[in-house]
């Protein structure tokens, strides 16, 4: 890519459009002196990335109808395909050509327009387990790094999440906190994530029936391999069922996680859970640090595996941090998911119907989206093009969270000030904006 004035010096708005509209792309100086001024010539040249059709010929430069107004080139096109475009602005003076822009655009078909783009985190610990902070601060760095929803899932324990989602309850905080826990089924290595759902399923291990209720699950099973103990599937079986009967999203997590020396659950179990696929998500990005890299792309290995064998597989990137503050795995990985709003209900049915991806955004390294072809590719743009300022508003609001639980008495107002301005976002994001 040319070289050109800084991106971040202009707002490209809508910069995701429906897909075979004509459409006015209004691009609008942010700093100082980059207004367009009628008094000098501009060039504009439009370039589809991938379906270049009657555009790739040689020579020929395609340039859109455009207008200079109030400081602001306003550019007509018709956008076609799912695809990012290209609009590359210069300035004409005498002889030279001198770039100005490369903005952005990306065409969608409608099912993919109608849809938000939602950050989120949906495996994270507080100090009530084994992190390091109270649920509350969790909550409130999360929105700081420039998440949408997320919900604390402690080891054993619902009530965290409660605490976190409290905590802001009477707040107007545009981050949806939502319930959660990570259930570890007795004499089970499995973990499983019960993200959303309306009660504990860990309490439910304490009460007398549940052992009775596996067992009866055990008798029922045909065909396990003889080296995989019943029980184990039966009480994986068992907690999947649980998180469903009270609406949570069960979460398949981190298979190819190195504990004592080996995968923390037998491949014996992980082969039977990928053939029948009691989950709802599988954690296709897990919350491993650097040294444990392996285990991710081992995930990922077994995620095109199945895909290639025909399973359907909804997927969650996740960061399992166990503190926000350390340097690591908070704000490494998380999930995009593509839904009609963040109200639970939403989001649960998104994730399952296949609307999500998992991404690794490790400080140093490029991000990579794992996931559907077509919605990796659009990850990939709105991770460029629009989430930075998204980023910028929800760290506002994430300080201003922390500052409230700090005990700042002007943190309200910042909070009631920034209350809606990234749902604008989105609006401004697309044409005619969304749900
Ligand atoms: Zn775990
Ligand atoms: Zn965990």
Known sequence: MAAVAGRGSFEVAPCVVRSGETVEIVIRPLAEGAAFSPGFKYAVTYTPMEDQGGYSAFGTRHEPAFRVTGGELR?????????????????????????????????VDADLYDRRPLKGDLHIHSNRSDGREPPAHVAAACRRIGLDFM????????????????????????????????????????????????????????????????????RGLTGLPPKLDP??????????????????????????????????????????????????????????????????????????????????????????????ERGELFGWYFTIVFAASPALRDLVAAIKDLWSVAVEALSGAPVQVHGPMRLVKYA?????????????????EGEAMLALLAGDGSAQDALASLHGRTLELHRRRAAAGCP
């Open 75 to 107: 550019i007509t096109h018709r956008f076609d395909g799912e695809q990012e475009h290209g609009l590359f602005v210069e300035e004409l003076r005498s002889s030279e050509r001198i770039p100005v822009l490369d903005a952005r655009v990306y065409s």
């Open 151 to 218: 919900a604390i899932t402690d080891h054993r324990l619902y009530e965290p999440s409660l605490e976190a989602q409290a905590a802001f309850a009477a707040h107007p905080v545009d981050l949806a906190i939502f319930p959660g826990e990570e259930v570890h089924p007795p004499d089970n290595n499995i973990h499983i994530v019960n993200f959303g759902g309306s009660r504990s399923v860990n309490a439910q291990f304490t009460a007398p029936g549940w052992r009775q209720e596996v067992d009866e699950i055990a």
């Open 380 to 396: 990939h743009f709105l991770l460029r093009e629009f989430f930075p300022g998204h980023d910028a508003l929800c760290r506002q």
């Open 231 to 324: 029980y184990l599937y039966a009480s994986t079986l068992w907690t999947f069922r649980a998180i469903h009967e009270c609406g949570g999203l069960g979460i398949f997590c981190h298979p190819y996680w190195i504990s004592d020396r080996r995968y923390h659950i037998p491949g014996s179990l992980a082969d039977r859970v990928f053939e029948e696929q009691p989950y709802d998500a599988f954690e296709l990005i897990g919350g491993y640090h650097r040294h444990e890299a392996e285990s991710n792309a081992l995930q990922a290995a077994r995620y095109h595996e199945e895909t290639r064998r025909g399973k359907r597989i909804p997927v969650v990137g996740v960061s399992d941090a166990h503190g926000c």
